[in-house]
């Protein structure tokens, strides 16, 4: 970072009420010289790591390996979860941020949008926050178990033993992530750049969670990837909006906020798990048009209805968790992908003016 | 960038010739302030984006969409290439490099270290190369078609019709990548972190090339993404260690060097191909202890013997090819996994030196 635009910023950390602050950090910080989204990105460190996974033992009968060189008796590794993080050289006191990509997606969902620009992964960076982009167990660069694939193609298991591999084809996300009633017409306020319809559907790749014991390992992947920071926001989208809250059940030690982002809330916790999930600031996000696809409305409408009791749960038991509906905040037309919608700095910003309030508590 | 640390370096620039030069960024680099490895990383710009990919229609028989709420008569896209960059601040005029992983393995290859290094992917970007890292076509987060699993599934393609589906285990992977004679044992010059083993089997995932068409969509997608970065050099390794060339033959237009590492070299290539090749820089690269590994000397012997056929063949072509066995430039105990090996960035300054020296002539 050039001194030159550090001193100013500074000078109002020190001139400024907390209050205001705030405002100037998260609503205004795109002026701060480096900063901007649009310098150079300063980095302390980044790379990328695994959490967690277990040994599995294969045999010739499994057949995993699949057979290259050597027989299949061998021992794999299953259940892993990669990391890709970066950390910012001006992290200063901020809390890290992962974030979790959902159903048919990856860690991709959180960097550049389909139509170029930047994503929440950077954007978070910029403003001073480590983030921590996992695949799901089982998903992209964290790879699953293809055992039982292998086994139907030896004949040792029946084809009906083959999970069932999810994936969203065009006009099902088209529907389902509200870009507009139906494909390929948009809602006229859509902020989803639905002129990179195309390039948005090469991010939808299988979903092989089906192949996955129970409990999903990823829960317990992120409350050890929450611990091994110290402290983290852990952050779910979709399929994994929960998953945040599932990790905090596993073990909160290191949960240090909740944010659940279009996903369903689970209703029927115990009095001892709403209890352990009261302990730590939750915040949930729905975007608009939630009753406006025909096809998909009462799911939309089940999971904001579903949510909002949970957020009252919470709340009930001495709890902060605040329910975040996007046209109530004043932001009209956002998708299921509102972290690519070309708003979503906007929508950021929100996210990171209630981590500075409900969990840095400045 | 701090200015303190650039003026030195500027000063270097234009104080010394050519060839003292090439010495100075490349060999001695490390010496020079924010250009250092344990520096501040300052990027200019940072994302990722697809390259490739075709529309492929889907019904109720295909299977794929895998049913979440839709019936499956939707269009997916398969074959599609994934691709993170980045491109340093201080990036001059060097030319920026494509890093293709081999077998069972994704982009995780270039990147940290299974003991916590820096990998080459940050190591070239500190090098002042703006690095392009894809997952292979079907692999990690480019994606795969999953339409025949599914099929098999739904019963409507038999079992036989299932993918082989790659994967390594520890002992497999221990041998084949020459960690040492047999698992556990570690040959007593072993540059690969075998201590870190654990965390390495966590990088190797399902390989789903037998899923892919052929050609493989990569080659194209290889030879596109040099395209639109208006030059390139392509990188591959193991499983894609000839890929690099594969996708010179598919379109030359981007391609300003190729680098083969660790893989096998087609020698019955036609004297047009040979032609074509012949007018791009190549570096072939092998590691140690090609013939110590009984289970597996045979397979490396004969690629080093084939990849130097290949070599010959284009400087017989009046091209440039050069075969670096590291032992012969004085790197001992060399692994498979070169790019992750306890001397690895010493590896990567003699790649470097030859960009330096055969692809951009200084």
Not at 87 to 105: N, T, Y
């Amino acid at each position: 970072m050039n001194s030159t635009h550090r001193s100013p910023h500074t000078v109002r950390l020190s001139l400024l009420p907390a209050a205001a602050l705030t405002v100037a950090l998260v609503i205004t910080a795109p002026a701060i010289g480096a900063d901007s989204p649009a310098g150079p990105l300063v980095l302390k460190a980044q790379g990328s790591f695994f959490v967690g996974g277990e040994t599995e033992h294969t045999s010739a009968t499994t057949g995993t390996p699949g057979g290259f060189f050597f027989p299949n008796t061998d021992d794999i590794k299953v259940n892993q979860m990669y990391v890709q993080f970066q950390i910012p050289e001006a992290d200063a006191h901020h809390i890290p941020v992962v974030m979790l990509h959902g159903c048919c997606l990856s860690g991709k969902t959180w960097e550049t949008t389909p139509d170029g620009r930047m994503g929440w992964g950077e954007y978070f960076v910029r403003r001073r926050h480590a983030v921590y982009i996992p695949d799901q167990s089982s998903r992209a660069r964290s790879g699953f178990d293809a055992t039982i694939i292998n086994e139907v193609r030896l004949g040792t298991k029946p084809s009906s033993a083959l999970p069932n591999i999810f994936t969203f084809g065009r006009s099902a996300a088209w529907e389902l992530f509200r870009f507009g009633p139906s494909f390929p017409t948009a809602f006229s306020d859509e902020q989803f750049p639905v002129e990179a319809m195309d390039e948005f559907g090469k991010q939808v790749i299988p979903d092989l969670n089906a192949t996955l014991p129970t409990p999903n390992p990823t829960f317990a992947n992120l409350a050890a990837l929450a611990v091994r920071l110290h402290g983290a926001v852990l952050m779910g989208h979709s399929e994994s909006g929960f998953f945040p809250e599932q990790a905090a059940l596993t073990d909160p030690a290191g949960v240090a906020g909740l944010v659940s982002i279009e996903g369903g809330c689970s209703t029927n916790l115990t009095p001892q798990q709403i209890a352990t999930l009261a302990k730590i600031p939750t915040l949930v996000i729905f975007g608009d048009h939630l009753g406006d696809v025909p096809s998909v409305s009462a799911l939309w409408l089940g999971a904001l209805q579903g949510c909002q009791q949970f957020v009252d749960q919470i709340n009930a038991a001495g709890g902060d968790a605040t329910m975040l509906h996007l046209p109530d905040a004043g932001l009209f037309g956002n998708s299921h992908m509102l972290m690519q919608d070309k708003n979503n700095l906007q929508v950021a910003d929100l996210v990171l003016r209630w981590i500075d309030q409900h969990v840095e508590r400045e």
